[in-house]
């Protein structure tokens, strides 16, 4: 038995005496229950329970009410006991007959312990009411994936699908190994997921023919397939359905997957069964015979239970339009530092398509402390091996292209790749790259945006600058050696270690990996802001976020006079504001 006293609430004998008190006294006919009635319940760890009379229209029957060691936090259970119902025909009964009324997680009130029994009680008998009633079907079918999954078959491993969230029977291809089961509609898509996946692979991968059968509604137990005829069933009257069982039957080399599409509340699941090829198939029979052999012979089919893995179930669970308008655009990132990888892993989360990263630096044991990238990858290409590390992670992305080299020596060689991108990100902080960035992008006539991240000393202010169209260039907002004219922060001489180190000097203090987030969390949302176009402007803007002065202050640092203008005196708490990023009419680059 493992340890349950952390789960114990101090307010647990005054509770459970309540209760005591109030059944004693209200409820006729309740008794304790014994202790060989509660190791029933023993995988819940039952504290005490009751057996108490309930009256349905069906007649007098028993539910036993069981406390649990986190009582009153957690509401007791109810489980059903000689209600005359079996508990494989009855809905939101677990496999010991407890009842499910409340999700394990909801919150109930744990100062009225009372109220929350007698509501459990009253919750179960409505419950059973309503199933002795007759209205089982539609409860098995709004649980349906859980059914399914308490009645997989055990040690079958579970399915990942890469299948469009579309109605409509069809035939789709699976693939079996390292450990898991792909299905995909078709090789291409297949092929492209696993060689993401597993970077180590380079043999010509094997796929089998599969089949998906669209269903009108979700199946209820009785109806789960547990028979090969069965599985050929369902594809009664659906000639789609059948052709393409009987096409992968006849193909299968050793076991056949099969999903089971439906919409289910508002989204569209899927579950699988798979069969594995019948033993003595052989080639005796003329074809026509064999695949329904197939069906006819051989092991129970196994019941899989099905983890989408598709690019709109894991960004938005399907939800949101964006997400398929995101997963078509393409950012090129300049410098893979503090900045831009962090940048390049939210907006791949985000659910970015592709992403081109450049960078000519292999990662130090320095740069670990303040990147995502760890000791593991010390002395590789930065690169290349965040590149490893998106596509191992969203397999599904359409791809992320790495450049170990300056983006000069990129654009020499391919300069269609930055007209064709959707955004180009630098967060390299050094100006002679981003000073000639700005000078293409002037020169090319600004046609996609290019935004800028960096951070200043000590990484108590991070900026976003997006420079599009109309408004100012980088260049307008900086001086001859690309000091930004607008700062956060003021520093004496010898204090601002930034100019020494560049890009990196402004964090060796604790804060400064935990403050850098604030200014990836501004460059991130601005990015996506320019792929969406979200109501954004039109022109060129600033986006700055800054520390509490007092952490400025404690590295002997102030706010500039710019800075303390645009916010005020409100010096506690972190700061952002949105400014304009104007025109300069002596900018020697846009004027
Ligand atoms: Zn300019």
């Known amino acids: 038995m493992h340890d349950v006293g952390l789960r114990r609430s101090k307010h647990r004998e005054s509770a459970v005496g309540e209760v005591e008190a109030w059944i004693e006294v209200k409820v006729a006919g309740a008794r304790i229950l014994t202790s060989e009635e509660l190791a029933r319940y023993a995988a819940r760890s039952p504290v005490c329970g009751w057996r108490i009379p309930i009256t349905l229209r069906i007649g007098r029957r028993f539910l036993d009410l069981i406390i649990l060691p986190e009582f009153p936090r957690m509401a007791p259970r109810v489980a059903l006991v000689e209600v005359g119902m079996d508990p494989n025909a009855t809905p939101h009964v677990e496999e010991d007959g407890v009842l499910c009324l409340l999700d394990d997680m909801s919150s109930v009130a744990d100062d009225d312990p009372l109220r929350v029994t007698q509501h459990v009680l009253e919750s179960a008998q409505s419950l059973l009411e309503r199933f002795s009633g007759g209205d089982v079907d539609a409860e098995f079918r709004r649980e349906y994936l859980t059914y399914w999954a308490r009645d997989s078959s055990k040690g079958a491993a579970p399915v990942f699908s890469l299948l469009r969230a579309a109605e409509g029977t069809r035939g789709i291809v699976a693939w079996a190994g390292r450990n898991i089961v792909l299905v995909a509609e078709n090789e291409e898509d297949a092929d492209h997921w696993l060689r993401h996946r597993f970077r180590d692979l380079d043999e010509k991968l094997v796929f089998v023919a599969g089949a998906l059968f669209w269903m009108n509604q979700e199946l209820v137990p009785s109806e789960f397939p547990r028979s090969r005829q069965q599985v050929l069933a369902l594809s009664d009257g659906d000639r789609v359905g059948r052709r393409s069982l009987m096409e992968a039957a006849k193909a299968c080399p050793s076991e056949l997957f099969i999903v089971l599409g439906c919409n289910s509340g508002d989204a569209v699941c899927f579950t699988s069964v798979s069969l594995r090829r019948p033993p003595h198939l052989g080639h005796g029979f003329r074809p026509g015979e064999r695949w329904r052999k197939f069906f006819a012979f051989g092991s129970a089919p196994a019941r899989r239970h099905v983890l989408r893995i598709d690019g709109p179930w894991i960004h938005g669970r399907g939800k949101d339009e964006r997400h398929s308008r995101l997963a078509k655009t393409s950012v090129i990132i300049i410098g893979c530092g503090s900045v831009g990888a962090p940048t390049a892993i939210a907006l791949a989360n985000a659910g970015v398509g592709s992403l081109t990263l450049i960078d000519p630096q292999v990662l130090e044991s320095a740069n670990v402390g303040r990147h995502p990238l760890g000791v593991a990858d010390v002395g590789s290409y930065k690169s290349k091996a965040l590149r490893n590390r998106l596509l191992s992670k969203l397999p599904h992305m359409t791809d992320v292209v790495e450049h170990h080299e300056g983006w000069q020596e990129i654009f020499s060689k391919n300069p269609r790749l930055f007209e064709s991108a959707d955004l180009v990100l630098s967060a390299t902080g050094v100006w002679a790259e981003e000073g000639a960035l700005n000078e293409w992008h002037v020169g090319s006539g600004r046609k996609i945006p290019v935004l800028y991240g960096w951070t200043e000393a ?134």
């Open 458 to 591: 000590h990484a108590v202010a991070g900026h976003a600058v997006v420079i599009k169209g109309s408004g100012g260039c980088l260049r307008c907002g900086t001086n001859s050696v690309g000091v930004r004219r607008f700062r956060v922060s003021d520093w004496p001489d010898g204090l601002e270690r930034l100019k020494a180190e560049p890009g990196c000097g402004g964090l060796f203090q604790p804060y400064g990996p935990v403050e850098l987030m604030s200014t990836i969390g501004l460059v991130a949302e601005m990015a996506l802001d320019a792929l969406l176009d979200d109501g954004q402007s039109k022109s060129s803007f600033h986006r700055v976020w800054s520390a509490r002065e007092a952490r400025i202050r404690e590295f002997g640092g102030s706010w500039t006079s710019d800075w303390r203008k645009t916010v005020g005196d409100n010096e506690r708490g972190s700061q952002t504001r949105e400014l304009e990023w104007e025109a300069r009419s002596t900018c020697r680059e846009c004027q």
